[in-house]
T-cell receptor, first 116, second 112 residues
Framework: GAGVSQSPSNKVTEKGKDVELRCDPI?????LYWYRQSLGQGLEFLIY????????KSGLPSDRFSAERTGGSVSTLTIQRTQQEDSAVYLC??????????????FGPGTRLTVL | AQTVTQSQPEMSVQEAETVTLSCTYD???????LFWYKQPPSRQMILVIR??????QNATENRFSVNFQKAAKSFSLKISDSQLGDAAMYFC?????????FGKGTRLHILP
């Protein structure tokens, strides 16, 4: 595709339900990032995938959050037993490779999650 | 730990005027990258400009330029000839290897 896509665009759920957010990175990009953007805040790093390496999960706020990346492409962020404080925009970004001089991150449009 | 601080939550500028957005960061590293991203209401983060720390020359991209002061750990963004389409949230970001840290953003309003 032309860019990073995310689905759904918006998700409203009830407290305690599980949700899955999807990210389709740019084809060929080996690095994939998930961020959370709460109202009035910057981007908070959640998790990072690079090729076949073990993901960097250091930003996940609790064990209710998990993510996987199948076949080095599509990624799913899962939030179990959602809480109201999980309400935020979840952004995904992909990059051609890690490190390097011009490895720009390309962002998707995000998923706005609202937990009632 | 590295931090990125944007001290101006909101700013306004008259159309066609020049505005400067501030960013400071804290790091003990000497080799890193700095970025400014724009996030319009569509939520799409767009890279505006980037700077390699080892380069002394300030980066420029058309109407956008930076003032990179490495010793002061300052990385401000100057927007010249402001246009209505420049209205957005602007985020300063620091990158070292695979970790990228964002500031909390500055909301820029363009006054017609």
């Amino acid at each position: 595709g032309a860019g990073v896509s995310q689905s759904p665009s918006n998700k409203v759920t009830e407290k305690g339900k599980d949700v899955e957010l999807r990210c389709d990175p740019i084809s060929g990009h080996t690095a994939l990032y998930w961020y959370r953007q709460s109202l009035g805040q910057g981007l908070e790093f959640l998790i990072y995938f690079q090729g076949n390496s073990a993901p960097d999960k250091s930003g996940l706020p609790s064990d209710r959050f998990s993510a996987e990346r199948t076949g080095g492409s599509v990624s799913t962020l899962t939030i179990q037993r959602t809480q109201q404080e999980d309400s935020a925009v979840y952004l995904c970004a992909s990059s051609p490779a890690s490190g390097g001089a011009y490895n720009e991150q390309f962002f998707g449009p995000g998923t706005r999650l609202t937990v009632l | 730990a590295q931090t990125v601080t944007q001290s101006q939550p909101e700013m306004s500028v008259q159309e066609a005027e020049t505005v400067t957005l501030s960013c400071t960061y804290d790091t003990s590293e000497s080799d890193y990258y700095l970025f400014w991203y724009k996030q319009p209401p569509s939520r799409q983060m767009i890279l505006v400009i980037r700077q390699e720390a080892y380069k002394q020359q300030n980066a420029t991209e058309n109407r956008f330029s930076v003032n990179f002061q490495k010793a002061a750990k300052s990385f401000s963004l100057k927007i010249s000839d402001s246009q209505l389409g420049d209205a957005a949230m602007y985020f300063c970001a620091y990158r070292r290897d695979d970790k990228i840290i964002f500031g909390k953003g500055t909301r820029l309003h363009i006054l017609p």
